[in-house]
């Protein structure tokens, strides 16, 4: 284990630090964070970092691999077009959780802002606290796990994945809301398991796409046709 | 991008506009073209800060000045971009200063950056650091204030375009806004119909004046006018707004733009990142403010 002082450092030293004593094996513990931006960004291979603090906007972004513990809170862009891995917060999280993130796992402990899961392309998300409106807006892929209370327009313009929430909220355009098989509840209550979370999960609803996406017709050239 | 931060103390003053500049020093990332902030503090004087574009100008000022009240004391300095900043402390009715804001104003080579007995402007060209190195015997002590980073985009990089913009309506109001105001112009307009005049073409303007506005000829509360301005203004924006004695925040329905805040025992910080809280304190562990909502802290 090894410790790292983030008060006079860079973001680009340290993360090259931080890889630095990743690839060597040792976890990581960040002190003095001091909601800087762009903590942890492309980290990769294995290991741990534990941020004894908050962070700023897009920490954990194109991470593929090691684990993120925020012990604060953090800002925008939590773990943008993250490949594997996984970050799990404490405290609250901003806006835009995961945006266009492809794998891994985002747990949120405390309450998170707007459009998490924009465009999101597969992998993980899992708020505890209550969520912010356009949840899982124009997201392609994964699943997103909301277990309080969430604001409105869920799933907007959505194409593809889930979203898993108990009723309230209202629903974006083009989704529905449907009733989640016994394998998926037992799926989620396993991952739930897994991130340390207790939730009663009768009740629990899935949004898909509607499936009523604009048809786009491709003209082909006049000597093609 | 920009930025804007805030700081209420509940109880006491200090130089809240050296922390203030420290908040702002943080963001400097969010924009660098200029920065600015206001204070507000118990003070028996009433204060007139102009930015004069030229040595001639500051005469024209005493002039405009000397019809309503006189002159007690007056410090002229030279900003970033070479203009006269004239502060002068003024004997005037204090009823009469809304009138003296608009006849200053009326002169296209002068700008009203503040008067008031309670509030007190600072705005220049640049970033939060260059202005701590060319102000640097300005002491700001005050009970709140407010601040802000422009990264100039729907207008011209100008001295006087820089937040906080305050207004000839309720001279003592203060705003800094972070967004942009897509219905500027048809709401512009609709203001000048009735009378109102305007300095710039900052979208950001509009906020001071259709505060002042409504408060003054309409009567409504500060609460209200606020509630109320998430319905007229369109576009992406969280702004803060401040009298002598409240403080508000505002964000528009879609939250494009962000704003945190933390309150203690000792004071309340907002800002638009959480980082800009770091010179106040260590670790701080704030909260988003929700979409289309509006706080305001009374003294």
């Known amino acids: 284990m090894v410790e790292i002082d983030a008060q006079d450092l860079k973001p680009y030293d340290l993360n090259r630090l931080i890889q630095k004593y990743l690839s060597s094996g040792e976890e990581v513990i960040l002190k003095n964070p001091d909601a800087k931006h762009n903590i942890g960004i492309k980290l990769r291979g294995s290991g ?29 862009y939590l ?74 327009l869920v799933g907007e313009s959505m194409y593809g994945g889930r979203i898993f929430l108990f009723e309230g909220p209202e629903l974006g355009g083009n989704v529905k809301m449907v009733e989640p098989s016994v394998d998926e509840i037992m799926e989620i209550k396993k991952k739930l398991e897994i991130l340390g979370i ?14 009523k996406q604009h048809k786009y017709v491709l003209f082909k050239p006049m000597h093609m046709r | 991008m920009c930025g804007i931060a805030g700081l209420i103390l509940k109880s006491g003053s200090s130089n809240i506009g050296q922390d203030i500049i420290n908040m702002l020093d943080k963001m400097v990332h969010r924009g660098e073209d200029s920065t600015g902030f206001a204070v507000y503090e118990n003070n028996e004087v009433c204060e007139v800060r102009v930015n004069c574009s030229t040595e001639k100008d500051v005469e024209t000022l005493r002039h405009i000045i000397e019809q309503f009240g006189s002159i007690d004391d007056e410090r002229v300095l030279r900003s970033r971009v070479g203009s006269y900043l004239v502060w002068a402390d003024v004997t005037v009715k204090y009823e009469e200063l809304p009138v003296l804001y608009r006849a200053i104003d009326k002169v296209p080579t002068l700008c009203v950056h503040s008067a008031g007995k309670w509030l007190r402007i600072l705005k220049d060209m640049g970033s939060a650091k260059n202005l701590m190195d060319h102000y640097t015997d300005v002491e700001f002590d005050g009970y709140q204030g407010i601040g802000h980073v422009r990264l100039a985009t729907e207008s011209v990089e100008n001295i006087n375009f820089a937040h906080p913009f305050s207004t000839y309506y309720l001279p003592e109001l203060a705003i800094a806004h972070n967004g942009q105001l897509t219905n500027y112009f048809n709401l512009r307009r609709k203001m000048e119909r009735k009378g109102v005049t305007f300095k710039t073409f900052n979208d950001s303007e509009i906020i001071a004046h259709y505060i002042g506005y409504h408060m003054v000829e309409d009567g409504w509360s500060f609460e209200e006018t606020l509630e109320k301005s998430i ?55 704030s909260e988003e403010m929700d979409p289309g909502s509006v706080i305001v802290w009374s003294r």
């Open chain 2, 231 to 285: 319905d007229e203004f369109d576009g992406v924006f969280t702004y803060t707004a401040s009298l002598p004695d409240k403080i508000g925040v505002v964000r528009d329905r879609l939250g494009i733009k962000p704003l945190y805040i933390h309150e203690n025992d000792q004071y309340v910080l907002f800002g638009t990142e959480q980082v800009c809280f770091s010179p106040l304190i260590h670790e701080s562990y």
């Open chain 1, 79 to 152: 773990g943008d077009n993250m490949h594997s891995g996984r970050i799990v917060v404490e405290r609250n999280s901003g806006s835009n959780v995961g945006p266009s993130m492809i794998g891994g796992e985002i747990l949120i402990k405390g309450h998170s802002g707007s459009r998490i899961g924009l465009g999101m392309k597969g992998g993980l998300i899992v708020i505890k606290g209550k969520t912010g409106m356009l949840a899982g807006k124009m997201m392609l892929s994964g699943t997103i796990v909301l277990l309080d209370k969430v604001g409105d």
């Open chain 1, 198 to 211: 207790e939730k009663d999960l009768d009740g629990l609803k899935k949004v898909i796409p509607a499936g």
């Open chain 1, 48 to 76: 741990r970092v534990i941020i004894e603090g908050s962070t700023g906007y897009y920490t954990g972004g194109f991470m593929d691999g090691p684990e993120i513990l925020i012990k604060g809170n953090t800002g925008w």
